[in-house]
């Protein structure tokens, strides 16, 4: 290789970063955070789901529980992923007016630290939980990967409206995502590689390892949301948010955009949930081999992934400076609705997996940044109390909706299923169109018009 090209790209690069207009350490910290962020998550997703899918109810579930089953002649077994998400909604609510206290009562420099804090002093209990074969750990594990999920990256995504103003948003949330795409690919990889070699136990040790990196980001990106918000003669981080620790819940009620918000994610929710379910339904029964099983799926993963990255990088920067937010929210929802008309008429497992590549890759590379880029236009209570309702306890609520509907529907065959699956995306497309009419309301960047901080 030619060494001399290396300054040449190097230098090409930093002017590409410098022709965005952006602060370019904010980006690559950004990038880095996000990066980690998901490569942590996506070194436990594999543990999580094989939780989810053991027959061994005792590794799942505590025994006071299997007993209550025994004694009531349930198949707990039958009931696993029911059971699961039953029991991450009810975590959620519960955890919400905790993280709405530490929201109002301590400044930034304080809750997300501390937020972070607490997620890798989990992994090091699941540790000694998995090295000593606790029964239940299963079930604790899944819900705690679940919340943790839903939290850090709702936290992630509010910090970055706290970083970016609405304008650079639309500039860098495509690559933003990227970063965190590779970071998706990068943490099974991990867990493939080391998953026999480590053990399990060691495996949650390198997804701390990923969080502590994310907390070196959080520190080294808090100079540019100050500068951000004194630019904006906003309230900065700096001070304690105060307000209600419910005061999520209410602005979603009152707000039209924020509604509109918690609207197109149920729906998107029960779009995936619904296809999620009846996809491995179908699995199952066309795919008899688990090799086959299992190269269907990773063949659906390799795809995602693909167009995701590819759509990041290319499309989403040009269309939303181009056209805003109208076409990322709009497009995925009609091509689910098409999809899903399809389905209900012929649910093969090749269109299957098309309209699941369609419904990932649009959520991962369109609809997403979108969505976020809207939350630097609005207050930081909304930006974090009201976004972290939508983000968990709408989200999870959706999740405990379709799966229940799923297990009704699906004595009655995967027609029906992707029948009402129609119902549901037309919901999500009707969630899409009110966000776009509510968020014309909003000004460009609502640091502009905000009032200075008093005292």
Known sequence: MNHSSQPEARGSLRKAIA????????LWWSLLYFFCLLSGYYVLRPLRDAMGASADVLAVFPPALVDWAARAQVELGDFTLQVLFTGTFICMVLLQPIYGALVSRYPRRVFLPAVYLAFIACLLVFYWAFEQRMPGRGAAFF????????????VFWSYMADVFSNEDAKKVYGYIGAGGTIGALTGPVITRTLAEQVGVGNLLLVSAGFLAVCLVAILRLRRFALRRERQGLQQTGEQAMGGSV???LRLVW???LLRALALLMFFGVGVGTLLYNEQAAIAQRFFIQDAARTAYYANIDLAVNTLTIVVQVLLTRWLLRRFGIAPLLLLPALAILLGFAVLS???????????????RGGEFSLAKPARETLYTRVSRESRYKAKAVIDTVVYRAGDLTFVWLHKLLSAMGSHLVFLAGV???????AGAWKVIRAQRELPPDEGVAAKPAVG
């Open 246 to 248: 419910l005061a999520g």
């Open 345 to 359: 008429a012929s649910p093969l497992p090749l269109l299957v997996a098309v309209v699941q590549v369609m419904t």
């Open 19 to 26: 022709a965005l207009g952006v602060d370019s350490p904010a």
């Open 143 to 154: 819900i705690w990967v679940a919340v943790f999920n839903l939290f850090a990256v709702s």
């Open 254 to 256: 009152q707000d039209p």
């Open 423 to 429: 119902g549901v995306a037309a919901g999500m497309t």
